[in-house]
């Protein structure tokens, strides 16, 4: 047996030891992707690939703790219902023995190819390498090595390659950070995915890294999603460790030539970071992203004591609105709704129990303040005179509240909510506005509570 072989072998025996004591937390979610036991973080190669939804994510097995990373792989035909597949790479070799970071995949005539950054220390040193792994069946992966070094000019911060065809082209992003420790993402090109072309930064100028790249076309315009790091908070903007967003502009192909507008941030809550994006055969762009952020209260997670933390968010598709993107639940998941429970008018107030697994909508039919209580545990505000939407939580690390604070257009239209036991992924005014959270709340208390006036529709879900 060898060193690779080895490896995944003890990550299967962490699996059958462990995999029924994370299952069992009543945190643990019911429809989104979370870790067999263990830690998961960025979705990777997320891919339509034959008929078949494949995504691939960042996994620690052994701990609860961030080490050498696996990638895990789960499929799917329909985006809700998830099969675990085969352990699809393992630290095994000398350039990825530190950590098979992140990366995509991209069809290649009968084969899926991955292209990761292998994360290697030497006392104490960083060294980094983007690698390829190949497979003919979707399952099992064969590693070829390294396809790129770091180039003069930028650190060891050099990872996370996004791949991609365009016309008679492939080409790259990566997230990097130059000697002067700032962020950016470069672009490469290549003609046969072998020999690589180095066309220098695409976007730079903030933050000291950026990680996860994605760049894409999204109406008639293009767009360059990723996760700086080294932003300083800025009234309700900016509150996270490490954010996540976007800038639209215009991309002169082939060149590093991206005449773009100002960074937004994608999501407004506490737990989003790292979102990919696929184009699927229906024409839609759909992101997966972590439902975590590092260093962030990781230690204070209750579901440590079951040995999982973390999970990824819902398939959202990507609408280009105005020139602001808009987050979309994927139609598919209209299909785990098993009964209908509520469809009321709300009138001042309202208080009723809603399942850990749901999904509400309110609709309010005027423009006065909307308060919603969750569980006594989360709330969500409306006030139309800043147009303010707030969602409050208790901090992990405390018994202090804490909030995130996002700002709609216009009017208040729709609060679109999923439940998953210990997440909570709020849509405004039909994906305008996201916040993405993870709650932990008294497993008997399951009270929502409003007060305002409008519809309010609940599913129990599957």
């Not at 019911?30 to 997320?46: E, K, R, V």
């Not at 405390?398 to 609060?415: G, M, Y």
Request: some cysteine; proline content about 5%.
């Amino acid at each position: 047996m060898n060193q690779d072989q080895q490896l995944k072998e003890l990550a299967y025996k962490r699996i059958e030891q462990f995999q029924g004591k994370a299952k069992q937390d009543p945190y643990f979610p019911s429809y989104h992707i979370a870790p067999p036991t263990g830690l998961i973080n960025d979705p990777n190669g997320w891919i339509e690939w034959k008929g078949t939804y494949h995504l691939f994510y960042q996994w620690m097995p052994f701990e609860t703790g961030h080490g050498a990373k696996y990638w895990g792989h789960v499929s799917s035909s329909n985006l809700i219902d998830w099969k675990e597949e085969p352990i699809a790479l393992a630290p095994s070799s000398w350039y990825d023995k530190d950590g098979c970071y992140s990366g995509s995949a991209i069809a290649i005539e009968n084969k899926l190819q991955l292209y990761y950054t292998g994360n290697v220390k030497i006392n104490g040193q960083r060294q980094s390498y983007q690698c390829l792994a190949v497979s003919t069946d979707g399952r099992k992966f064969d590693k070829k090595g390294v396809v790129l070094d770091v180039p003069e000019g930028y650190t060891a911060h050099y990872r996370d390659p996004k791949v991609w065809k365009e016309a008679e082209h492939y080409y790259m992003v990566l997230g990097a950070q130059t000697i002067e420790e700032e962020g950016c993402v470069v672009l490469y090109s290549s003609k046969d995915l072998e020999e690589w072309q180095f066309h220098g930064q695409l976007a730079g100028g903030f933050g000291y890294m950026w990680e996860c790249p994605d760049f894409f076309r999204l109406g008639e315009k293009d767009v360059l999603l990723f996760s700086p790091q080294g932003i300083e908070a800025d009234g309700i903007h900016y509150q996270n460790t490490f954010q996540s967003g976007y800038m639209i502009g215009n991309w002169q192909q082939g060149t590093t030539d991206f005449t773009h507008g100002p960074f937004f941030e994608l999501d407004h809550g506490f737990d989003f970071y790292a979102p990919q994006t696929t184009l699927d055969k229906k024409g839609r762009r759909i992101l997966i992203a972590w439902m975590g952020m590092a260093d962030e209260n990781e230690p204070f997670h209750p579901t440590i004591e079951n040995d999982w933390i973390h999970q990824l968010t819902l398939p959202r598709e990507l609408v280009m609105h105005q020139d602001r993107i808009y987050q979309k639940p994927v139609k598919e998941l209209q299909a785990l709704r098993k009964h209908q429970l509520v469809d009321t008018q709300v009138k001042i107030n309202w208080t009723g129990d809603v399942p850990a697994v749901s999904e509400f909508i309110i609709t309010p039919e005027n423009r006065e303040n909307l308060h919603i209580d969750l569980f006594g545990y989360a709330t969500i505000d409306f006030d139309p005179t800043t147009k303010q939407v707030k969602l409050t939580r208790p901090k992990l690390s405390s018994h202090q509240r804490e909030e995130r604070v996002a700002v709609v257009a216009d009017h208040l239209l729709e609060i679109r909510c999923y439940l998953d036991r210990s997440s909570l992924e709020i849509f405004v005014n039909h994906g305008e506005l996201v916040f993405t959270a993870r709650i932990f709340p008294q497993k008997q208390n399951r009270s929502l509570s409003i007060t305002g006036e409008g519809n309010l529709k609940v599913w129990s879900l599957q």
